[in-house]
């Protein structure tokens, strides 16, 4: 079990995320990913955009650098890729993908998830959440990994299963998508959660949900923390 240790100030690691909340609508959707052709919201490998001006009680949010997956079943290597971009590390999503062992069906597994962030920068773990809906000392644990990552610099790469009547905003609603994304902020005055997503369903690119939406995501997946 690797040693974590939280931060002193979660306000120490409030910064500011310059990407755009909303980006060009998505065309097409893949069940599995989710998502059109990449276009990315990076310039010479930094961010770019409007800040979130201005911040709100409660609120840790970390600085990424956001791309749209770039094949409708790399939402995956393109989650991983926004959250090592939070630690200052830039890999191709064709160099994720082949790390992940990604192929036209998508990422199989969280744990591939977890292998390839703890490579680069140790830290994660795999947890499973087979319970649908999940139990409560689930949610506290999630909760919890949540608190401790964002607080520590690491976002969260969540696999999701989104079925019609429980999605994220702009997901086809006609369909139920497997999926992963990054979850790279929260406020712990409303608990809600900060989503990059990968697959930008109509545009939406980065996101608020309800903390309780995002447990009732997750099963019968997990996440990498």
Not at 7 to 31: C, F, N
Request: hydrophobic share 40%; proline share 9%; charged share 15%.
């Amino acid at each position: 079990m690797r040693q974590r240790k939280l931060v002193a100030s979660a306000a120490a690691l409030t910064v500011v995320l310059a990407v755009p909340l909303l980006g060009p609508a998505a065309a097409g959707a893949a069940v599995e990913a989710g998502g059109p052709p990449a276009t990315s919201q990076s310039a010479a490998g930094r961010p770019t955009g409007v800040a979130q001006e201005p911040r709100t009680m409660g609120e840790v949010v970390l600085n990424v650098d956001y791309q749209v997956q770039e094949t409708g079943y790399w939402c995956g290597p393109a989650a991983v890729r926004i959250a090592l971009s939070a630690r200052g590390i830039y890999r191709s999503q064709a160099d994720l993908a082949a790390q992940l062992g990604t192929h036209t069906g998508g990422t199989d597994w969280i744990g591939q998830v977890t292998r390839v962030l703890s490579n680069h920068v140790g830290w994660y773990e795999t947890k499973e959440m087979p319970n649908d809906p999940p139990t409560q000392a689930q949610k506290d644990l999630l909760w919890r990994d949540i608190v401790l990552n964002i607080n520590n610099n690491y976002p969260i790469v969540a696999n999701i299963v989104a079925p019609p009547g429980n999605q994220p905003p702009g997901y086809p609603p006609n369909q139920t998508i497997y999926h992963y994304f990054t979850v790279i902020g929260y406020n712990d005055v409303n608990r809600t959660v900060l989503i990059a997503d990968p697959a930008s369903f109509s545009g939406y690119q980065f996101y608020w949900l309800t903390f309780d939406q995002l447990a009732s995501l997750i099963p019968p997946k997990g996440y990498s923390a």
